[in-house]
């Protein structure tokens, strides 16, 4: 928790459940990515928080982003971005946002398929793509594998039709897995774009651009390698596979920009046994899966939690949300342990929850409302 937020918390006592994230924070991890990644161009991944204070800050940054959909860019655009800073990098997008995107002056578009490739022809003609490669996720504690990217064999034929459709045929792009925990994956995923890079040079086609992706690491629960080492592996990685002809490189950070930015105060509602002398103890916030902890879905994201009563004893506890559906669970697996003392009222902090909370909470189910923010 950063010194700000501490002591906004301290001297507002503001209702819970919210977020506090603190913007000079999102500044500096920016600026840490940058320094150690000085030849890549950021695109903020917006929908890792979305709020315009953070935009905001970014675009003064000199920061370019990476939107999902119409609603997105213009979050962008009114926060301040030019057109030719934003990237329509998801690769399901609707005619219609395509068309809105083009007339605005967005001219970078990703896609992974014929169909899609179609569409941004005939709807943004004349754009630059990049065509994005399924990698392993291996060592990512989100990952992303499934759903997005081709195979290498079929993104070469795709990006010769992209510059015989009238498109400008950029580059590539691929994702090893958000919280990726392991810096050698980028290296891996550099390899299949370089040989690709090769290939469809001798088949005339001449890229110019690797989107590299987020992935970033934040430090929750456990220990994660610095974003220097990242840097030093990305770049040792491009280095190898294209020498002295290194190509545009963009990164597309999220979580790793706003995620220990931010913290989640929320209140005990209950502390309760199963049984008498049952060893575990169930601890209800008034926060969980649908108030905006959709990352805790398999336990996957272990965020940290801190309680008044830190440093005195602990047990086993299980963690779950304040709604009445059976999945509003948040941990009951991962071994946690939290103060024997814990008690109805307290109030607890769930550290570096900055990425992917807010837009995650659901409007009013059990009639919770949306998780409050407070951007300072
Ligand atoms: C979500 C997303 C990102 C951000 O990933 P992080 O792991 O949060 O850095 C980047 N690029 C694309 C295409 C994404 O969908």
Redesign the pocket.
Known sequence: MTPKVARFLADHQPATPCLVLDIDRVEANFRALRAALPLARVYY?V??NPAPQVLGRLVALGSSF?A?GAEEIDMCLAAGAAPAAISF??TIKKVSAIAGAHAAGVSLF?FDCEEELAKLARHAPGARVYCRIAVENAGAD?P?SKKFGTTVERARELMQMAGDLGLDPYGLSF?VG???TDPTSYEAAIGRVAMLFTDLRDAGVRLRMVNL????PVRYRDEVPTVDMFGHAIMRAMTRAFGNDLPEMLI?????IVGDAGVVSAEVVLVSRRTTNDPLRWVYLDIGRFGGLAETEGEAIRYSIATPHDGGPTGPVAIAGPTCDGADVMYHHSNYRLPTALTCGDRVELLATG??VTTYASQRFNGFAPLAEHYI
């Open positions: 991944a929908k890792a990476d999902a990098g998801n990703a989100w992303l994702h958000s919280q990726q992706g987020g992935g970033f597309e950070p999220g979580r790793f990425a992917y």
